[in-house]
Structure formats: C-alpha cells, structure tokens
C-alpha cells in the first residue's frame, strides 16, 4: 500500500470551504488515487461509486484555485503534487529520479511549476543563453563594421565571426570593437579610397587590437 503527505491545513483553505461535501471527496479521492507525480486518468463513475453521490466534474477544475491542469491528453495533474509530496526534486536525490523520469513520459518536467530541470539542463540553458549572448554581439560588431566602411563582408562568415568572439572571450566589450573598427577608419581619412579594403580579421587580429584600441582611446577617445 502506498502512502503520501496529508496536508492538513487545507480545510482551511478559502477555496476549500467553498466546495460541497461531494467535490471535497472528490479531492481527497483525486490526491489517492493520482500516480506518483500528481497525475490522474479520470474515472468519473468510479470516483461518484466510492464518493457516494455524484460529482460535477466537470464544474470541479474551475473551483480549486488553479491546482488542477487538464492536459491535452484529458488527463488531470494536480500542480502541488510533487513540490508538496517531495520538495524540489534533484537529480543528486535517487528516489527522485524515478519522479523526474514519470514526470518526463507525461512530458511535464519543463512545465512544472517549480521549473524541475536536471542539472544538466540546467548547465545547457546556461551555456545556451551565453551562447546567444555572444552571437548577438559578434552580429552587433560585424554590422557597424559594414555600416561603417559600406563593407560587403557577411554576418555569417565563420573565420571573421572567430576574430571577433576571440576579442569578446579576453574580456573586450562591444564598444572597444567598434572604437578600434572607428580608429583604423579614422586612420585612412588621407585616402577614402582604402576605406573599402579594411580587412576585419586584421583588426581583430591578437597582436593588433590592442594598439588600434589604445590608439583610439590617445587620438580620438577620452585619453585613457
């Protein structure tokens, strides 16, 4: 025989109070009779056979204060299960996984309310997110460089995209890229003609940015 959590102090719950003594058995009947996430495959006649009476199902979701999700599958989850019954689940935990691992086959893991995530998902949205961090940068870089010397050069072009996020990974900001882009543009004002033929990667270059940065900052900048 298995056995749960009560939590006792839900009969002092607002919403709680409100329902007819069939709905509240229905509850108690829903929290038994749920698999070990929280979910349950509705038996409506077998719930008003063990209740005793009938049951507007139906109308019960709509009145429980938001602790019921119908899935698309029809199927009822009850969304404080497992934070109530478990706390927040780990990976670190191994009866947890089992959980987790239920959770995943009614595709619920992401949604849950807590955001149960493992750890390595976790670690992977992380590293996603700075991914997309630095490609939007490396994108800001490459499009004033283009704006700025009326460039052909591609967004997409994996060589000067690897300058760039070299630069950003030592810890130079997007500004400093485009102080130096502005610098060695600046530098060919005695010859427009040249504009067109400033090559990125050569900016970018590891040997090079430094000094077009420095330089900016002692001819054009605030003479840091």
Not at 29 to 37: A, G, P, R, T, Y
Not at 85 to 92: K, M, P
Request: glycine share 8%; charged share 35%.
């Amino acid at each position: 025989m298995s056995k749960r959590f009560t939590d006792t102090t839900i009969w002092d719950r607002p919403w709680f109070r409100k329902l007819l003594p069939e709905e509240k058995c229905a509850i108690r009947f829903i929290l038994d009779k749920c698999d070990n996430v929280g979910v349950w495959i509705p038996e409506f006649e077998g719930g008003d056979y063990h209740i005793g009476a009938g049951v507007d199902w139906s109308a019960l979701p709509t009145k429980v204060n938001g602790n019921i999700e119908i899935l698309d599958n029809g199927k009822w989850f009850l969304v404080d299960f497992c934070d109530f019954q478990y706390g927040e689940l780990s990976e670190a935990c191994k009866p947890h996984k089992s959980y987790m691992e239920l959770l995943k086959k009614h595709r619920l893991l992401k949604g849950y309310p807590r955001g149960i995530h493992t750890l390595q998902e976790k670690e992977k949205e992380k590293e996603l997110e700075k991914d997309n961090i630095l490609e939007r940068k490396i994108d800001e870089v490459l499009s004033y460089f283009r704006d700025k010397t009326g460039s052909k050069v591609s967004l997409k072009t994996a060589a000067l995209r690897s300058k760039v996020s070299g630069r950003l990974a030592e810890g130079y900001s997007v500004d400093d890229c485009k102080k130096a882009i502005a610098y060695v543009y600046a530098s060919k004002k005695d010859n427009p003609d040249q504009r067109m033929y400033i090559r990125i990667d050569t900016i970018f270059a590891p040997t090079k940015f430094a000094g077009y940065l420095d330089a900016w900052h002692r001819e054009m900048g605030d003479g840091k």
